[in-house]
């Protein structure tokens, strides 16, 4: 693999780990990253997944300086992703595979083509936010009978 493969993919896997933080795929990502850092070796899985939960918890600590949490570690991952990726470009597929997974994992699902109708009668409005086709009807309508 050219080295420029492999730096996109170091920031695939960075990109695919930090964005795992507080989603369903979190423990997925982490012991994934964790087998693979620590490339069978015990103790060394057990210290990067430490490492791995101080930065979720830098993450959900981070307030309104989330994004820039985000980005550092992001930054911090993908070079230690290219650090493992130049001593072991073996683990490249594994990586690879582990990213795919994680992102799968924590993508947001959409309910696909969305049709809605929504009518308000009398003086009651009603919109509804949202994607695919929306019909609104705003007015009067028949006099229903009830008070």
């Known amino acids: 693999m050219l080295a420029e493969a492999l730096a996109a993919l170091a920031g695939a896997g960075g990109t695919a780990l ?15 990253f964790a087998r693979l850092f620590g490339r069978g070796d015990q103790d060394r899985t057990a210290a990067v997944e430490e490492r791995l ?4 918890i ?3 600590a981070a307030g309104p300086q989330r994004e820039r949490a985000q980005l550092e570690q992001r ?8 650090d493992l990726l130049a ?7 594994e990586l690879r595979a582990l990213v795919e997974q994680v992102t799968a994992a924590t993508a947001i699902h959409t309910a696909g083509h969305v ?3 929504a009518v308000a009668l009398g ?6 936010q949202g994607h695919g086709q929306q019909t609104n009807v705003f ?9």
């Open 115 to 117: 049709r809605q109708h």
């Open 123 to 128: 003086q009651a409005q009603q919109a509804v």
């Open 18 to 32: 930090v964005g795992a933080v507080a989603t369903d795929g979190w423990q997925l990502a982490k012991g994934g």
């Open 53 to 56: 939960e101080r930065t979720r």
């Open 75 to 82: 930054a911090a991952w993908t070079a230690r992703l290219e």
């Open 58 to 60: 830098a993450l959900e």
């Open 87 to 93: 001593d072991h470009p073996d683990s490249a597929e």
């Open 139 to 147: 007015g009067a309508g028949p006099a229903s009978g009830r008070r």
